[in-house]
T-cell receptor, first 113, second 115 residues
Framework: GAGVSQSPSNKVTEKGKDVELRCDPISGHTALYWYRQSLGQGLEFLIY????????KSGLPSDRFSAERTGGSVSTLTIQRTQQEDSAVYLCASSLEAGFEAFFGQGTRLTVV | GNSVTQMEGPVTLSEEAFLTINCTYTATGYPSLFWYVQYPGEGLQLLLKATKADDKGSNKGFEATYRKETTSFHLEKGSVQVSDSAVYFCALSDLRGSNDYKLSFGAGTTVTVRA
């Protein structure tokens, strides 16, 4: 596609439920990143993929968070047993290769009630 | 590890004023440096970049020069407009040093330009 696409754009979920956030990177981009942006805060790194492997998972806040990437393309970020502190905008970005300039999607705004 | 420190905001200035947002970095290798901008209600966009020492990135009237000796990448614009109101993020990636390929971001600086 022309840009990074994320879905859904907004998600409201009840505390304790699981959610899946999807990211479609720019075609041909081998690197994919997930970040989180809480209200009024900066960007918190979660995880990045080079191809289908995740060399750096250091930012995942807890074992409730997981991510996968298949076929070197689409990625899914899963949050299990959501908590209110998980409420944030989840941003996905892709780049031609890891470390190159990254292009961001519009984000998924997650609200846990 | 790699890190970015940028000037805290918020910054409020009048149209046609000069804008500087300071950014310094720590990296174990030889990073590429970026400025991203987030306009109200929009996603992050790459504003400019520099990949080696003394490179100057420029776009939309903004400039930043990669200064290895001072480990800095300050953003400047000579005459701001109301439409420049946004949050600005300094970032780095380190391709040739630590194998730390993720983009590391500063905390962001909110800039408001008044007419």
């Amino acid at each position: 596609g022309a840009g990074v696409s994320q879905s859904p754009s907004n998600k409201v979920t009840e505390k304790g439920k699981d959610v899946e956030l999807r990211c479609d990177p720019i075609s041909g981009h081998t690197a994919l990143y997930w970040y989180r942006q809480s209200l009024g805060q900066g960007l918190e790194f979660l995880i990045y993929f080079q191809g289908n492997s995740a060399p750096d998972k250091s930012g995942l806040p807890s074992d409730r968070f997981s991510a996968e990437r298949t076929g070197g393309s689409v990625s899914t970020l899963t949050i299990q047993r959501t908590q209110q502190e998980d409420s944030a905008v989840y941003l996905c970005a892709s780049s031609l290769e890891a470390g190159f300039e990254a292009f961001f999607g519009q984000g998924t705004r997650l609200t846990v009630v | 590890g790699n890190s970015v420190t940028q000037m805290e905001g918020p910054v409020t200035l009048s149209e046609e004023a000069f804008l500087t947002i300071n950014c310094t970095y720590t990296a174990t290798g030889y990073p590429s440096l970026f400025w991203y901008v987030q306009y109200p209600g929009e996603g992050l966009q790459l504003l400019l970049k520099a990949t080696k020492a003394d490179d100057k990135g420029s776009n939309k009237g903004f400039e930043a020069t990669y200064r290895k000796e001072t480990t800095s990448f300050h953003l400047e614009k000579g005459s701001v407009q109301v439409s420049d109101s946004a949050v600005y993020f300094c970032a780095l990636s380190d391709l040739r040093g630590s194998n730390d390929y993720k983009l590391s971001f500063g905390a962001g600086t909110t800039v408001t330009v008044r007419a």
